[in-house]
């Protein structure tokens, strides 16, 4: 039997929290071995003609090394406000001289179904909300700073930094991606309707900076450039890896079937919700609100235990037999899915057709024969 390849993280400032973006993944990005495929060039950092990318990332690391220590004397002080010198003389700095978020600025709060988010700062046209908390506030410790007031009762209701991150996140329409940081750790959160379980790429930067820990701090910057987050509700390398290529092959090429079943529920959990209704399993659009809150629990598991597929393949069978009262077309594709692609998606890769190949009997295979039939297809579709 071949033995399973196991990718450890060689990063020790770096922590990946509820399997936003795999381990092999997160090396390739942060080693720049396919920069063109992976939109890592010079050009794609926004890095002046003639210059390279690691030369930039050197001088980049000089300068936070320097925001560091000039932070380190101040955060000893007991005479100064410790959130305004942790955003002033850090955060600030650090993004716009190291990340490269030039355009960063104080931004009003998100405003959400009767519910404000008081953010604090945004970038990159206000798509990217940034969460600045003080040295001395751990970001999973609620506070009232980061609360909500209740405005029946005026009561306030106590949030952690991350918290008030993620559920702002989760409220922009414009934006995707958000960071939320207290000096001393980093935290990249993405949209993420469900909250079950967090979902984020942790920096320890305390470790980073004070150790001097050059390749972690080349992940980081890998990671966290402001090109990485340019465009607005679009998933950057930052943390989708395969997903993003597999995505953008499905939107390029509805027909491929090379990923028909396991990449179409990564893309629910990669793409936002919207109110639209159908599930494209050809097309890897986003669903709608309920699909988005379940799927996203069965993609976080990538597919790869037995309550996972399970779950996957249960909700995939069921969107693929509900069909529109008016129209009679299926909810599976959108309207305007091309007759053929549905008809191969239905006809070679659906898990209706999956179930009718499981119903049939399967002959005795003799030992040492090659598995076939519907388990056999199943595995290949799963693979992607």
């Known amino acids: ?19 936003l973006i795999p381990a092999d993944e997160l090396a390739r990005l942060t080693t720049l071995a396919e920069p063109a495929s992976t939109e890592q060039t010079e050009a794609q950092y926004r890095i002046s003609k003639g210059l390279k990318l690691r030369d930039e990332i050197g001088r980049d690391f000089k300068i936070a090394l320097s925001l560091w220590n000039d932070f380190k004397a101040l955060r000893r002080r007991t ?28 931004c009003a709060a998100i ?30 410790t609620a506070a009232e700073r980061f609360g909500e007031t209740n405005p029946d009762t005026g009561k306030v209701r106590r949030r952690s930094p991350y918290m008030l991150a993620q559920e702002a ?34 920096v320890d930067l305390e470790a980073l900076f004070t150790e001097e820990l050059h390749p972690d701090f080349t992940a980081f910057w890998l990671l966290a450039h402001a090109s990485r987050f340019s465009s607005p509700r679009v998933s950057r390398p930052i943390a989708c890896g ?68 399970s779950i996957g393949s249960f909700f995939l069978s069921t969107v693929e037999d509900r069909t529109d009262q008016t129209s ?11 007759p053929e692609v549905q008809q191969r998606y239905l006809s070679g890769y659906s898990m209706t057709w999956l179930r009718e190949r499981a119903c049939a009997a399967q ?16 595995r290949l579709i799963g693979k992607g």
């Open 1 to 19: 039997m071949a033995r399973k390849k196991i990718t450890t993280l060689a990063y020790r400032a770096i922590r990946i929290e509820g399997g």
């Open 363 to 378: 002959p005795a295979r003799p030992a040492r024969r090659p598995v076939a039939g519907a388990r056999h297809h199943l």
């Open 328 to 338: 009679g077309r299926r909810l599976i594709f959108t309207p305007d899915a091309p």
């Open 79 to 106: 005479d100064v406000n410790a959130h305004d010198v942790t955003v002033r003389e850090l955060l600030l700095p650090l993004m716009r001289e190291v990340l490269h978020f030039s355009d960063i600025g104080r």
């Open 169 to 202: 996140v989760n409220a922009s329409d414009a934006s995707l991606w958000a960071i939320v940081t207290n000096g001393l750790t980093l935290r990249i959160l993405r949209d993420n309707p469900s909250l079950t379980r967090p979902a984020y790429i942790e």
């Open 242 to 309: 395969n997903a993003g290529e597999q995505r953008a092959k499905l939107r390029a090429s509805p027909c491929e079937p090379t990923c028909a079943f396991r990449w179409p529920m990564l893309c629910v959990l990669l793409e936002p919700a919207s109110s639209r209704i159908p599930l494209t399993v050809s097309y890897g659009r986003p669903c709608n609100e309920w699909t988005g809150r379940m799927v996203p629990w069965v993609a976080r598991h990538s597919l790869k235990n037995c309550s996972a597929w």
């Open 111 to 140: 405003e959400k179904n009767d519910h404000s988010y008081a953010i604090g700062h945004a970038a990159e046209s206000g798509c990217v909300p940034m969460l600045f908390a003080a040295h001395d506030q751990p970001l999973d």
